[in-house]
């Protein structure tokens, strides 16, 4: 397994599947702090780019810092750079998901030359001032009224929204993240805590990890070289609603939303054809 050393010291571990003969696409994991390995082949994504998942330092094959503060959001924007540097390309494409959204807009305001487009799927964007409230939460689990298995886990739902969840009901509410909750989304769900550093996942957004309007003006700054961003959303997922990605396109030079109908927010899971198809059509 290929590893880099970042600039304090730690051990860095990435892992490249695909195609070896497409351009690299380089894939940063959310959770936040969760190992890359739930990523995949990204719905088959594998099969026209080599994509390079790197795990976040605590996460995965990636050794544990000495100073535990490194892992907030920011702090990581240098080992995305080390990574970058590490493989000897001048610009990279970037694929990031979820929270890791968050570190992606970070790279992509501090290293703008070095970016040549980003992915932001189902990603947050606290980086940029943005998040994602209780109220959408409810709004996108109202979609599900009819699954049968929607009454036991709205009632964990309420449980983690009055702030009183067992791990039982941080179960119990996965059905809520995928469009399909077969036995696929079942498996894949299952792998969710093992792969997550909790006390790094702690300390991933804590206070002075986002300046947002420094931020934005970064990504705006008309002297910056213009990124390409496709914010791909799913329909039944509220981080974030459909309708709040546009408002967050809307903070960004040159950004596009596409919807992947009956997706949730893993949306290569749902549909792997259209998610490899969506993002292949984006990627320069």
């Known amino acids: 397994m290929p590893v880099l050393t970042a600039g304090d010291g730690t051990v860095l571990a990435y892992h490249v599947q695909g195609n070896d003969k497409g351009e690299p696409l380089l894939c940063l994991p959310g959770g936040p702090m969760r190992a890359s390995a739930y990523l995949g082949d990204l719905g088959g994504l594998a099969e026209h780019r080599q994509l390079i998942r790197l795990d976040l330092r605590g996460t995965g094959a990636s050794g544990i810092p000495a100073d535990p503060a490194t892992y907030r959001c920011d702090r990581q924007v240098d080992d995305v750079e080390a990574l970058r540097a590490h493989l000897g390309l001048e610009c990279v494409d970037v694929l990031a998901h979820s929270a890791a959204g968050d570190l992606a807009l970070l790279y992509a305001a501090r290293f703008p030359a070095r970016v040549r487009s980003l992915t932001l799927v189902t990603a947050r964007a606290r980086a940029l001032g943005v998040e994602f409230t209780e109220a959408h939460r409810r709004e996108a689990a109202a979609l599900r009224s009819a699954e049968p298995w929607f009454p036991a886990a709205h009632r964990s739902y309420e449980a983690v929204w009055s702030g009183t969840p067992t791990e039982a009901d941080w179960d119990a509410i996965a059905p809520f993240f995928y469009g399909r909750w077969d036995g696929a989304a079942q498996a894949h769900a299952a792998t969710e805590v093992p792969q997550t550093n909790e006390g790094a996942a702690e300390r991933y957004a804590s206070a002075g990890a986002f300046e947002p309007a420094a931020t934005r003006a970064a990504l705006a700054a008309p002297a910056a070289p213009r990124v390409p961003m496709l914010l791909l959303v799913g329909e039944l997922d509220g981080g974030p609603l459909p309708r709040i990605a546009t408002?967050?396109?809307?903070?960004?030079?040159?950004?596009?939303?596409?919807?992947?109908?009956?997706?949730?927010?893993?949306?290569?899971?749902?549909?792997?054809?259209?998610?490899?198809?969506?993002?292949?059509?984006?990627?320069?």
């Open 247 to 284: 408002e967050i396109a809307a903070l960004l030079p040159d950004a596009t939303v596409v919807v992947q109908p009956g997706a949730g927010h893993f949306p290569w899971w749902d549909d792997p054809e259209r998610f490899a198809r969506t993002v292949t059509a984006f990627l320069p």
